[in-house]
């Protein structure tokens, strides 16, 4: 979500670059705006022209349409070349004459400027690099990345197209993506050697512009002449005609690497598109998308490579109007979006105000995403450089040059602020007597952290074991600022609570001092985060390790200029002068006496792009209001309307005789074939005895599952035709009847008899525990009595406790007597359910069976019926009068498959019919009552004049065609019997294969371009209708 939101500020801030531009020539921007739509729409157009072409040529073959849409191909690509052409000329045009315009602004203002040179535009002091804010403009402003802007939005319109056309290509598109961004790369390294060139071209003009800010006083009295003021603009002007000249080349040469790109995709597309056609995309969806997604990938990378320009340009600090500010409550000021750029310029610290410098004459510049580290001796200043560049050092103590955040002086920059926007990481970490949530959070500037931000940071820092292994956790005091904590982890807490400030810029002092192998490695790795992550890294320390890390090293030197070594340059006012100073390089007279340089007309460029505009106009109203007539293709043949009569037989067979030939004629009812009846005779025998025994099981089953019926006796009722039939199976199944009512009865005696057994034991439990019952009851009125006698002293303890003795083991027998009385009982329940399921599960078993038998019984009858009506089928006849059109079977004795075709007859005196198949796709289009066109499916076609046909009816479900694909069947009528041609006629007969189009409406060309691919691309509508535009 954070990148989706960078990106779409990044685009915003190119868009204003672009808008500011445009908003200054209206009519110029009117012509850009217009010529980008017209060429987005015909790049769009192309791709759908190509659409259109193949796939015309692969549903009818080359005809009139095809080369009327072929020929609308090469016109849609000749009219976008042209207009792209045209449009990069006047781009360019305009980036010239906005750079011009910047030169003769920046001139002004340095000749007007005061005695130091500087330029002051808006808030803070600007810079004396006006060379190099005018490169960065000059890079941005160029034909290239203008149109590639102007492009960005349109190239959703393509994006969306092939989304809309099958999401399943969106993989297919990102091999077009990977293709084009090598190719962009390619291109990109080609156009910085360019870049190099137009650089070179505009030295001289530069090198004019800063000696007229490192010398204005020069100028103002020595060079206010008109022969002075004329050798500048004719400088100018030479460098400003090298570097349209070197602009329109490299224009030229990013259109030309785009369309490689893109013909290079739509090649790798087309060469897979054959295998496409038997997929569910057809082959010109296939090419369609290649184009679109080709188009896509180049407007894509030309705005990658030209964002990247135009956003270095709107953050060119100094450029006029590039800083904004918003005022903070002590009156002076932040910065709104603030990079974490810091500059140095000639700067010399003391260690007490007014003191000797311990640092002096330092130039250095911090760049977001870049590390530098500061080595040197004790006492060389290290410290008290990152407490500058913290905010922490007092002004006075910089006793000379100037702290400069994104060109802005550090002493109008409120100090509150300056120190939210640093991560600072002290040598010697002091905290607050907090806890170390408390000090973590006062760390965060007010940004909200829960706890689990926080034990996430401290995690990163190698620390969430040992806070989290004490029982306070987060909650843990920290005493004597933090000295109770041992240094490593003062250390590591110390780089949490820098990262909790999550400001562009990170210092850090001896970070690596007093940290083991582990910490130091982690140390590394998060600084190394850091600068990666974008942010500006200074570290200070003598650590070997830290060269790894650095893009630039400043070692310092007590009391010495420091040395800054690295990839940046070391920047110093003379060397800035020496690179801005005027060169003459005058190379011929130029009579202009002012610096009036006006926007080349470029009149002929302008109509050009009017007359493709207005041509791409006036053909979509055209298209737009011209009609076409909206038809469906099918493929069909002619037939009889009563349609041809097959006989078949439904269960195959031997054939037995064979009574007619082709060509003959048959009456209804009329014996045309006679079949053998073995195979029907066999299953009927068959069937009948399985019938029978399964009749006899019925009644087995019924007496075994209802034993006491009122309704039968003691044995199976069989019915009397079965026993008058088959005897010995009606005596079979009555002896199993007995044998197994027999086990039954067996099994139940053997379950009384556990019965018996069970209640015997009941009983004679429970008379020994009624009569121990009763002895406790006399024991313990004679244990009251020898309780009495024993406080008397009439009676021996002894006796006594003997007594007690027996009335526990009386109590003893009483409870095992009731434990078994309770396991007995249980056994009787027990066997008392058994007994009932013995009778149950017979019953049961009994029922199941009998219902099992009632359901075969139940099919086997619905076969016998079957097999019954079969035997009578062995005669096939003729349902109608007509002719035998084609015998299938020739000799007696020939196999036949159930269902097979044997012969087919057509009715005579029937009249002729087109009988055709219309895809499922097309049955929301084809009614009854619509007229249709019928032509002969000939090479001959065009001789004779299509009949006139209206559809009479469509079948009411979509059948299957033998080869798979499932349609709906149509037929259409015709008053005519033939074709009529010229100079003779083409008679209808059954069987002809014909073309059909069905007029399903009108729509006008612009539709049908548009469709099927878009307009018809809904889900669940039509994608493979077809027009008929000839």
Same mark, same amino acid.
């Given at each position: 979500?954070?990148?989706?939101?960078?990106?779409?500020?990044?685009?915003?801030?190119?868009?204003? %670059?672009?808008?500011?531009?445009?908003?200054?020539?209206?009519?110029?921007?009117?012509?850009?705006?217009?010529?980008?739509?017209?060429?987005?729409?015909?790049?769009?157009?192309?791709?759908?022209?190509?659409?259109?072409?193949?796939?015309?040529?692969?549903?009818?073959?080359?005809?009139?349409?095809?080369?009327?849409?072929?020929?609308?191909?090469?016109?849609?690509?000749?009219?976008?070349?042209?207009?792209?052409?045209?449009?990069?000329?006047?781009?360019?045009?305009? +980036?010239?004459?906005?750079?011009?315009?910047?030169? %003769?602004?920046?001139?002004?203002?340095?000749?007007?400027?005061?005695?130091?040179?500087?330029?002051?535009?808006?808030?803070?002091?600007?810079?004396?690099?006006?060379?190099?804010?005018?490169?960065?403009?000059?890079?941005?402003?160029?034909?290239?990345?203008?149109?590639?802007?102007?492009?960005?939005?349109?190239?959703?319109?393509?994006?969306?197209?092939?989304?809309?056309?099958?999401?399943?290509?969106?993989?297919?598109?990102?091999?077009?993506?990977?293709?084009?961004?090598?190719?962009?790369?390619?291109?990109?390294?080609?156009?910085?050697?360019?870049?190099?060139?137009?650089?070179?071209?505009?030295?001289?003009?530069?090198?004019?512009?800063?000696?007229?800010?490192?010398?204005?006083?020069?100028? $103002?009295?020595?060079?206010?002449?008109?022969?002075?003021?004329? +050798?500048?603009?004719?400088?100018?002007?030479?460098?400003?005609?090298?570097?349209?000249?070197?602009?329109?080349?490299?224009?030229?040469?990013?259109?030309?690497?785009?369309?490689?790109?893109?013909?290079?995709?739509?090649?790798?597309?087309?060469?897979?598109?054959?295998?496409?056609?038997?997929?569910?995309?057809?082959?010109?969806?296939?090419?369609?998308?290649?184009?679109?997604?080709?188009?896509?990938?180049?407007?894509?990378?030309?705005?990658?490579?030209?964002?990247?320009?135009?956003?270095?340009?709107?953050?060119?600090?100094?450029?006029?109007?590039? %800083?904004?500010?918003?005022?903070?409550?002590?009156?002076?000021?932040?910065?709104?979006?603030?990079?974490?750029?810091?500059?140095?310029?000639?700067?010399?610290?003391?260690?007490?105000?007014?003191?000797?410098?311990?640092?002096?004459?330092?130039?250095?510049?911090?760049?977001?995403?870049?590390?530098?580290?500061?080595?040197?001796?004790?006492?060389?200043?290290?410290?008290?450089?990152?407490?500058?560049?913290?905010?922490?050092?007092?002004?006075?103590?910089?006793?000379?040059?100037?702290?400069?955040?994104?060109?802005?002086?550090?002493?109008?920059?409120?100090?509150?602020?300056?120190?939210?926007?640093?991560?600072?990481?002290?040598?010697?970490?002091?905290?607050?007597?907090?806890?170390?949530?408390?000090?973590?959070?006062?760390?965060?500037?007010?940004?909200?952290?829960?706890?689990?931000?926080?034990?996430?940071?401290?995690?990163?820092?190698?620390?969430?074991?040992?806070?989290?292994?004490?029982?306070?956790?987060?909650?843990?005091?920290?005493?004597?600022?933090?000295?109770?904590?041992?240094?490593?982890?003062?250390?590591?807490?110390?780089?949490?609570?820098?990262?909790?400030?999550?400001?562009?810029?990170?210092?850090?002092?001896?970070?690596?001092?007093?940290?083991?192998?582990?910490?130091?490695?982690?140390?590394?790795?998060?600084?190394?985060?850091?600068?990666?992550?974008?942010?500006?890294?200074?570290?200070?320390?003598?650590?070997?390790?830290?060269?790894?890390?650095?893009?630039? +090293?400043?070692?310092?030197?007590?009391?010495?200029?420091?040395?800054?070594?690295?990839?940046?340059?070391?920047?110093?006012?003379?060397?800035?002068?020496?690179?801005? $100073?005027?060169?003459?390089?005058?190379?011929?007279?130029?009579?202009?006496?002012?610096?009036?340089?006006?926007?080349?007309?470029?009149?002929?460029?302008?109509?050009?792009?009017?007359?493709?505009?207005?041509?791409?106009?006036?053909?979509?109203?055209?298209?737009?209001?011209?009609?076409?007539?909206?038809?469906?293709?099918?493929?069909?043949?002619?037939?009889?309307?009563?349609?041809?009569?097959?006989?078949?037989?439904?269960?195959?067979?031997?054939?037995?005789?064979?009574?007619?030939?082709?060509?003959?004629?048959?009456?209804?009812?009329?014996?045309?074939?006679?079949?053998?009846?073995?195979?029907?005779?066999?299953?009927?025998? =068959?069937?009948?005895?399985?019938?029978?025994?399964?009749?006899?099981?019925?009644?087995?089953?019924?007496?075994?599952?209802?034993?006491?019926?009122?309704?039968?006796?003691?044995?199976?009722?069989?019915?009397?035709?079965?026993?008058?039939?088959?005897?010995?199976?009606?005596?079979?199944?009555?002896?199993?009847?007995?044998?197994?009512?027999?086990?039954?009865?067996?099994?139940?005696?053997?379950?009384?008899?556990?019965?018996?057994?069970?209640?015997?034991?009941?009983?004679?439990?429970?008379?020994?525990?009624?009569?121990?019952?009763?002895?406790?009851?006399?024991?313990?009125?004679?244990?009251?009595?020898?309780?009495?006698?024993? $406080?008397?002293?009439?009676?021996?303890?002894?006796?006594?406790?003997?007594?007690?003795?027996?009335?526990?083991?009386?109590?003893?027998?009483?409870?095992?007597?009731?434990?078994?009385?309770?396991?007995?009982?249980?056994?009787?329940?027990?066997?008392?359910?058994?007994?009932?399921?013995?009778?149950?599960?017979?019953?049961?078993?009994?029922?199941?069976?009998?219902?099992?038998?009632?359901?075969?019984?139940?099919?086997?009858?619905?076969?016998?019926?079957?097999?019954?009506?079969?035997?009578?089928?062995?005669?096939?006849?003729?349902?109608?009068?007509?002719?035998? %059109?084609?015998?299938?079977?020739?000799?007696?004795?020939?196999?036949?498959?159930?269902? =097979?075709?044997?012969?087919?007859?057509?009715?005579?005196?029937?009249?002729?019919?087109?009988?055709?198949?219309?895809?499922?796709?097309?049955?929301?289009?084809?009614?009854?009552?619509?007229?249709?066109?019928?032509?002969?499916?000939?090479?001959?076609?065009?001789?004779?004049?299509?009949?006139?046909?209206?559809?009479?009816?469509?079948?009411?479900?979509?059948?299957?065609?033998?080869?798979?694909?499932?349609?709906?069947?149509?037929?259409?009528?015709?008053?005519?019997?033939?074709?009529?041609?010229?100079?003779?006629?083409?008679?209808?007969?059954?069987?002809?294969?014909?073309?059909?189009?069905?007029?399903?409406?009108?729509?006008?060309?612009?539709?049908?371009?548009?469709?099927?691919?878009?307009?018809?691309?809904?889900?669940?509508?039509?994608?493979?209708?077809?027009?008929?535009?000839?």
């Amino acid at each position: 979500m954070g990148l989706a939101r960078s990106g779409l500020e990044r685009y915003i801030a190119a868009m204003m %670059q672009v808008g500011n531009l445009l908003a200054r020539h209206p009519v110029r921007a009117l012509e850009l705006i217009g010529a980008t739509l017209v060429a987005t729409l015909l790049s769009f157009s192309t791709a759908l022209f190509t659409m259109h072409v193949l796939r015309r040529y692969v549903a009818f073959g080359v005809d009139g349409t095809l080369l009327l849409l072929t020929l609308g191909t090469l016109v849609a690509l000749g009219l976008l070349l042209w207009l792209l052409a045209v449009r990069s000329a006047l781009a360019q045009a305009l +980036c010239s004459h906005h750079a011009l315009l910047m030169e %003769q602004d920046m001139i002004k203002a340095a000749v007007s400027s005061p005695v130091s040179g500087q330029v002051r535009p808006g808030h803070g002091n600007m810079v004396p690099e006006v060379g190099s804010a005018m490169q960065t403009h000059y890079a941005a402003f160029e034909a290239g990345n203008f149109t590639a802007v102007l492009d960005a939005p349109c190239s959703l319109l393509f994006l969306a197209a092939i989304a809309w056309i099958h999401p399943g290509l969106g993989v297919l598109g990102g091999i077009g993506v990977i293709v084009a961004a090598v190719l962009g790369k390619a291109a990109q390294a080609r156009a910085a050697k360019t870049a190099e060139k137009a650089n070179e071209a505009v030295a001289d003009m530069r090198a004019s512009i800063s000696s007229l800010a490192s010398q204005g006083d020069t100028h $103002k009295v020595f060079g206010s002449g008109p022969d002075h003021e004329a +050798c500048m603009a004719g400088t100018i002007h030479r460098a400003h005609e090298k570097r349209i000249n070197l602009g329109r080349r490299a224009a030229g040469f990013e259109i030309m690497t785009g369309w490689a790109s893109s013909m290079t995709t739509t090649a790798l597309y087309a060469g897979g598109a054959v295998l496409a056609v038997a997929g569910e995309i057809t082959v010109a969806e296939f090419i369609g998308v290649s184009i679109l997604g080709a188009r896509a990938c180049q407007i894509a990378i030309r705005y990658l490579q030209a964002r990247t320009k135009f956003i270095a340009a709107s953050q060119t600090s100094t450029g006029p109007g590039f %800083q904004s500010f918003s005022p903070s409550s002590d009156g002076s000021y932040g910065l709104e979006n603030y990079s974490g750029e810091i500059e140095l310029r000639d700067v010399a610290l003391a260690s007490r105000p007014q003191g000797k410098p311990v640092l002096k004459d330092l130039f250095l510049r911090l760049a977001p995403g870049h590390c530098v580290v500061v080595t040197g001796p004790s006492g060389s200043g290290k410290a008290m450089l990152t407490r500058a560049l913290a905010g922490l050092l007092p002004q006075e103590q910089l006793i000379q040059g100037k702290i400069l955040l994104q060109g802005v002086d550090s002493k109008e920059i409120a100090r509150e602020w300056w120190r939210t926007q640093v991560m600072y990481m002290p040598r010697e970490p002091v905290f607050f007597n907090l806890s170390i949530r408390d000090n973590l959070r006062a760390a965060s500037m007010g940004r909200p952290l829960d706890d689990g931000s926080l034990a996430r940071m401290l995690s990163r820092v190698g620390l969430d074991g040992f806070v989290f292994s004490s029982a306070e956790g987060l909650n843990g005091m920290l005493h004597d600022q933090g000295r109770n904590l041992p240094l490593g982890q003062r250390k590591r807490l110390a780089l949490a609570r820098a990262l909790a400030t999550g400001g562009p810029v990170a210092l850090f002092d001896e970070p690596l001092e007093g940290l083991d192998h582990e910490g130091r490695k982690l140390v590394l790795g998060i600084i190394k985060e850091l600068r990666n992550a974008g942010k500006s890294v200074v570290v200070a320390g003598n650590d070997p390790e830290l060269a790894f890390l650095t893009n630039q +090293c400043v070692v310092l030197q007590p009391g010495k200029t420091p040395h800054v070594k690295g990839s940046v340059e070391n920047i110093k006012a003379t060397d800035l002068a020496q690179r801005m $100073k005027w060169t003459d390089r005058k190379k011929g007279g130029h009579s202009s006496t002012t610096l009036d340089v006006q926007l080349e007309p470029m009149l002929g460029k302008r109509l050009q792009a009017w007359a493709v505009m207005a041509c791409f106009l006036i053909f979509c109203v055209w298209s737009g209001g011209s009609r076409l007539a909206m038809v469906s293709h099918l493929h069909g043949r002619v037939a009889v309307s009563s349609g041809v009569a097959p006989i078949e037989h439904l269960e195959g067979g031997i054939v037995a005789e064979i009574l007619v030939r082709e060509g003959e004629q048959v009456e209804q009812g009329q014996v045309v074939l006679v079949m053998k009846e073995t195979m029907a005779g066999a299953n009927v025998g =068959e069937l009948g005895a399985r019938i029978r025994s399964l009749e006899a099981d019925v009644a087995r089953f019924r007496a075994e599952a209802n034993p006491g019926d009122a309704r039968q006796s003691d044995e199976p009722l069989y019915p009397e035709v079965l026993q008058q039939e088959e005897p010995e199976l009606v005596q079979d199944s009555l002896a199993l009847f007995r044998v197994r009512t027999g086990r039954l009865a067996s099994d139940l005696a053997a379950q009384q008899e556990v019965i018996s057994q069970s209640m015997e034991r009941i009983a004679e439990v429970e008379a020994r525990l009624e009569s121990s019952r009763n002895a406790l009851a006399l024991l313990q009125q004679e244990l009251a009595l020898s309780q009495e006698l024993l $406080k008397d002293q009439l009676t021996t303890r002894l006796d006594h406790l003997r007594l007690l003795g027996q009335a526990a083991m009386l109590e003893a027998a009483i409870v095992e007597d009731e434990s078994l009385l309770l396991a007995v009982s249980t056994e009787a329940a027990q066997a008392e359910k058994e007994l009932a399921a013995v009778s149950r599960d017979f019953r049961v078993e009994a029922l199941e069976k009998l219902i099992g038998t009632h359901e075969e019984l139940a099919v086997l009858a619905a076969r016998m019926t079957r097999y019954e009506d079969s035997l009578t089928r062995t005669m096939l006849r003729s349902p109608i009068d007509g002719f035998v %059109q084609d015998l299938f079977v020739v000799n007696p004795g020939e196999v036949v498959e159930p269902g =097979e075709t044997l012969l087919r007859v057509v009715p005579d005196r029937d009249r002729l019919v087109v009988e055709a198949r219309l895809p499922v796709g097309e049955i929301g289009y084809v009614h009854q009552g619509q007229h249709a066109l019928i032509r002969l499916d000939s090479p001959d076609a065009g001789i004779y004049e299509p009949m006139a046909a209206i559809v009479e009816r469509i079948s009411p479900d979509a059948v299957r065609s033998p080869d798979g694909p499932r349609y709906y069947q149509v037929r259409l009528v015709t008053k005519e019997q033939g074709f009529s041609g010229p100079d003779r006629e083409y008679t209808l007969y059954p069987g002809m294969v014909v073309r059909v189009a069905v007029v399903v409406g009108e729509r006008s060309l612009l539709r049908y371009l548009l469709s099927p691919y878009f307009l018809d691309s809904i889900p669940g509508n039509v994608r493979n209708h077809s027009e008929d535009i000839s």
